[in-house]
């Protein structure tokens, strides 16, 4: 018997209310194809959204990829949803809309909810499932307390594609299952909490390393099914290591299958190109005004915290959304009601994206990738915040890479470009990244960022790591940065995984491994990164020397660390500093051992002197590495 379309719905007038009104935000378990049992018959329920077609068939390998036999129908409440069940097929069926619109124009497009999309090229999507049986169980009932603002927060970001190819065949992708065996037990024993992939939304293009986003609730099929990339969560859960996945509502591409022009108008971008065009990233800005639309991205965020057991988003291009002339020139663009420049319908789906997340999902993060000084970004929303969890700290990152990137013999003439941080570094709160953004497109790897010699781009490296560590706020180090990676990150490739084989590299990886495991097991790292009473300058104004020196201070004192940091090649014979209380002072971490690649120059372990010096009621005398820092702690 020929297959049919028959009259069915998963929408109830509730549903359809939510939707219209902007506040439906599980719209993935409504829209798309799902497999349906209706007394006893197992078929295929088909949603999509367009309000400005004519019609909508389901087109597919089932019906010889023929417009005519699969007419969806069209709902009567002018929701603009047209939906049906298609009885004896199920997962595995790939398929298509083909859509009229109001012109005439055939068009076929992708799911926009597919949770499956055929390999690329190929852009068909295919009835898929997110069922999976999760084991980490433990890891979300700890979440909570793994994911505090108080606690440790080290975040390794990755791009699967590029972290680690088959050695016997590089031009091969590992799966996710594959990636996972080598993946989970790396980040486990270099320290870090947390990774971060870059996008893994099905994206057409991959030199767009995941940015445009065609298939917003597909996991790419480049590395495997849905559940490969669960098995790959789920892995990393059960070692403790949390998942951030960036996630990109600024833009979308135009490929033709994708969302762009979904139903013959501008259904999910703007008409107006003044508005609903980026043109750097030649793409189409979402309408944030239309409620439809602000339902499918706040979904699609759910979508992944909840299907896929994600424990925070990174929010990519948040200052693209913010505002109207963002790239643009004069008569560029369409100033708001009131004649600014800030686009209000984007503040408030940033708002209340954030608002639904910390809603349903208490214990995750939001980080925001804003590059300027927008005020209150992670503050809360009832603080006329915009209610993200975290912002990228770029202008720490920006100074923090043009100071080590001096000459030694110049940065007394830039001593304030690290002392600086201090003045806005409790606005926000702050995350440190060293991202992937830093060292592609001639950028140069974060050790040719460095100054001199081998020995001293290293020495240098390794400095500028620990200053990361020892300054408040979370930490963000961007794959290979932690071996010291020799060349510009390329997506086409696998990181140079042999660089391990020669010393300085396996001393920069032993190093970034002691930062994190300090990191974690000192409370004064972590307890107050977000608050100035958690840091104290000692020594701010030796630019003479390039000396800094710092406290990190959590609730007890007891813990309290003092971090020295002697940027030039000089080493500094009994160098005095301010400490905060007598005792014996130990050396917690030395940047220049002999293990790390350093000199190995022996420090003795200082005595206290009573004596006041720099504020401090008493004061240590120690010689200072070159190119190098140390952390002393009290021992009690």
């Not at 219209?20 to 018959?41: D, M, W």
């Not at 639904?356 to 995750?364: E, G, I, L, N, R």
């Not at 979370?474 to 660089?499: C, I, R, Y």
């Amino acid at each position: 018997m020929e297959k049919t379309v028959e009259a069915f719905s998963l929408w109830t007038d509730f549903d359809v209310n939510l939707f219209r009104a902007g506040q439906h935000f599980r719209l993935y378990q409504k829209l798309g194809s799902q497999t349906v049992s209706i007394e006893g018959r197992e078929g295929v329920y088909f949603a999509v959204w367009a309000p400005n077609a004519q019609s909508v068939s389901v087109i597919g390998n089932f019906n010889g990829w023929n417009p005519y036999n699969h007419q969806l129908l069209v709902r009567w409440d002018e929701s603009g949803i047209w939906e049906g069940v298609i009885f004896d097929i199920g997962i595995g069926e790939v398929y298509k809309y083909h859509i009229v619109t109001q012109r005439g124009e055939r068009l076929e497009k992708s799911d926009p909810f597919a949770t499956l999309v055929e390999l690329p090229p190929k852009t068909a999507s295919i009835v898929s499932t997110t069922w999976y049986e999760w084991k980490d169980e433990q890891w979300m009932s700890d979440r909570e307390e793994r994911n505090r603002l108080d606690r440790p927060f080290a975040v390794y970001e990755l791009h699967i594609g590029s972290w680690m190819r088959d050695p016997a065949h590089p031009n091969r992708f590992l799966s996710y299952r594959e990636i996972a065996d080598r993946l989970v037990p790396y980040v486990r024993e270099m320290g870090f909490t947390h990774v971060e992939f870059m996008p893994l939304m099905e994206h057409p293009y991959y030199p767009s390393w995941g940015y445009q986003v065609t298939g917003f609730f597909a996991a790419s099929s480049r590395y495997g099914a849905p559940q490969d990339l669960m098995y790959l969560i789920d892995q990393l859960h059960e070692s403790g290591i949390g998942v951030i996945m960036d996630w990109v509502p600024a833009h979308f591409p135009g490929d033709a299958h994708g969302l762009w022009q979904f139903d013959g108008t501008a259904l999910y971008e703007h008409e107006d190109p003044k508005k609903g065009f980026h043109p750097d990233w030649k793409s189409y800005i979402f309408n944030y005004g239309r409620n439809e639309v602000r339902s499918f991205l706040i979904s699609n965020a759910l979508f992944w915290l909840d299907r896929y057991h994600i424990d925070g988003l990174r929010v990519d291009a948040v200052a693209s959304m913010l505002y109207l002339d963002y790239s643009r020139k004069e008569g560029e663009w369409v100033p708001n009601a009131f004649g600014g420049r800030e686009n209000l319908e984007a503040v408030h789906f940033i708002k209340e994206f954030n608002e639904a997340v910390y809603h349903h999902f208490p214990d995750v993060q939001t980080i925001a990738e804003e590059s300027t000084s927008w005020p209150g970004v992670s503050k809360p929303t009832y603080d006329n915040g915009l209610g993200f969890g975290m912002k990228w700290m770029m202008g720490w990152m920006h100074d923090t890479l043009a100071y080590f990137a001096e000459d030694p013999i110049n940065r007394t003439y830039h001593h304030d470009k690290l002392t600086f941080a201090t003045v806005y570094a409790y606005h926000e709160h702050f995350m440190l990244p060293l991202s992937h953004d830093e060292v592609v497109y001639g950028k140069r790897p974060l050790i040719y960022k460095m100054p001199g010699d081998e020995w001293q781009q290293f020495a240098n490296l390794r400095a500028l790591y620990l200053y990361m560590y020892t300054f408040s706020g979370t930490k963000l180090l961007f794959m290979g940065g932690e071996f010291a990676q020799t060349t510009e990150w390329n997506v086409n490739q696998s990181l140079d995984w042999h660089l391990l084989e020669y010393a300085p590299h396996r001393g920069m990886q032993e190093c970034v491994k002691r930062l994190n495991a300090m990191y974690r097991s000192e409370p004064a790292l972590y307890e107050k990164s977000f608050s100035p009473s958690g840091f104290e300058w000692v020594e701010y104004g030796d630019r003479q020397n390039s000396v800094f020196a710092y406290l990190r201070k959590g609730h007890d004192r007891d813990n309290d660390l003092v971090v020295i940091l002697n940027l030039t090649p000089v080493i500094r014979r009994n160098y005095r500093i301010g400490v905060p209380a007598v005792g014996e002072w130990k050396i917690l971490f030395n940047s220049d051992d002999l293990d790390l690649y350093g000199s190995g120059m022996i420090v003795e372990q200082p005595t206290t002197n009573p004596v006041p010096w720099m504020g401090m009621p008493c004061s240590i005398a120690v010689d200072l590495p070159p190119l190098g820092g140390l952390v002393f702690k009290l021992a009690k």
